[in-house]
């Protein structure tokens, strides 16, 4: 299971000089105007977790692999891109597709680089783009509700769209929604509004370590639990360095961790995901899963055979399985247990399952 992000936001606040820093290419063509991304760039990125070159080591694994995520570049949005204005219809599409909205904000003056409106107001850009998926998700709502449409919708997904519809008419939060549907039946949907959301707020190299008033601002309003701070600039500085320069500057600057390490550790927690590992000699693997995920489920990540013909999981958890150097002495030690099929995957879990075929 790899989980994908779209970078959103106005023309020119950094979305695909964020995009090239994080897949570390030059897929997207960063240009000092607007609509210089037409179609999205999608990027797959391995998943960076110290924990696997470690169960590989112990485990002699030839390979490793990591999960991966993937970024899609999605062209500048304007107001009115819901009812076409920019290329707007064409991107709102484009982010139906997309698990998690990186919402980039613009949180730096720059008298090279133009912005869309004539001041910087990072809250007003992010009102700005969120009242167009919504008015995007009004009128899909509409149009599916009516009456000759609504036969050929079930009962839950009427009752999301109806629920949904009073609350962007009445101005309420949308987000009461998620309280009441499992996270599947709000899938289905297809609701821009209802997609899980991470702050990216853009700010210059000077802002990089505690933020500007842009910043402030706009954690006062929005808090601070989805909400990141990362220099475009900076990070793509870092990517044209080795491990060793990069370490350095890192610490020259005082950054603890890059932009795409802050991206996925926030992605994983508001997509509520986790990460467990099959190791053997062949190879060391991550896998994602979504968190309070059953062993049959979690099997079925690796192929369907394995969901269907489970029968059980041998199971350590990864500190258990470093300190005793293995599965061998995990199972010596009593470390090692053998989970059914309503065990719950734990963080960190190193599985082995036991299948019919």
């Not at 550790?265 to 060391?284: A, I, M, W």
Request: charge should be neutral; proline fraction near 3%; hydrophobic fraction near 35%.
């Amino acid at each position: 299971m790899s989980f994908k992000c779209g970078i959103v936001g106005l023309p020119n606040v950094g979305k695909s000089t964020l995009f090239n820093a994080l897949t570390n290419s030059s897929k997207a063509q960063a240009a000092n105007f607007p609509f210089c991304t037409i179609d999205p760039n999608v990027g797959v990125v391995p998943v960076p977790d110290e924990r696997l070159n470690k169960l590989a080591k112990i485990s002699k694994s030839k390979k490793i692999i990591n999960t991966t995520i993937s970024f899609v570049d999605i062209a500048g949005l304007v107001k009115g891109a819901s009812k076409g204005e920019g290329l707007g219809n064409k991107f709102l599409s484009h982010i139906r597709e997309v698990d998690a909205i990186i919402h980039m904000i613009r949180c730096f003056d720059s008298n090279d680089i133009q912005n869309v409106n004539p001041t910087v107001d990072p809250i007003r850009d992010l009102e700005i783009i969120e009242t167009e998926m919504m008015l995007a998700d009004l009128e899909s709502i509409q149009k599916r509700i009516e009456k000759n449409n609504k036969k050929n919708i079930d009962e839950v997904q009427l009752k999301i769209l109806e629920i949904a519809l009073d609350c962007i008419n009445n101005n309420k939060d949308i987000d009461i929604l998620k309280k009441q549907f499992d996270k599947k039946q709000l899938n289905q949907s297809g609701l821009l509004s209802l997609k899980s959301k991470i702050y990216v707020c853009n700010v210059d190299e000077q802002s990089v370590q505690n933020g500007n008033n842009y910043t402030k601002a706009f954690i006062n309003k929005y808090g601070q639990e989805n909400t990141i701070i990362v220099s475009a600039d900076i990070e793509n500085q870092i990517n044209e360095l080795n491990i060793d320069e990069k370490k350095n500057y890192m610490e020259m600057i005082g950054l603890k961790k890059t932009g795409l390490d802050l991206l996925i550790q926030k992605g994983y927690n508001v997509l509520e995901l986790d990460t467990f590992f099959t190791s053997g000699p062949e190879e060391t693997r991550a896998w994602t899963i979504q968190k309070n995920c059953t062993a049959p489920k979690a099997a079925g990540e690796i192929h369907t055979d394995f969901e269907k013909g489970f029968i059980r999981a041998e199971t350590v958890s990864y500190d258990d399985f470093v300190t005793n150097n293995g599965w061998m002495n995990s199972k010596t030690n009593g470390k090692m247990r053998l989970e059914g099929k309503e065990y719950i995957v734990k963080d960190g879990d190193i599985l082995n399952f036991r299948f019919n075929t």
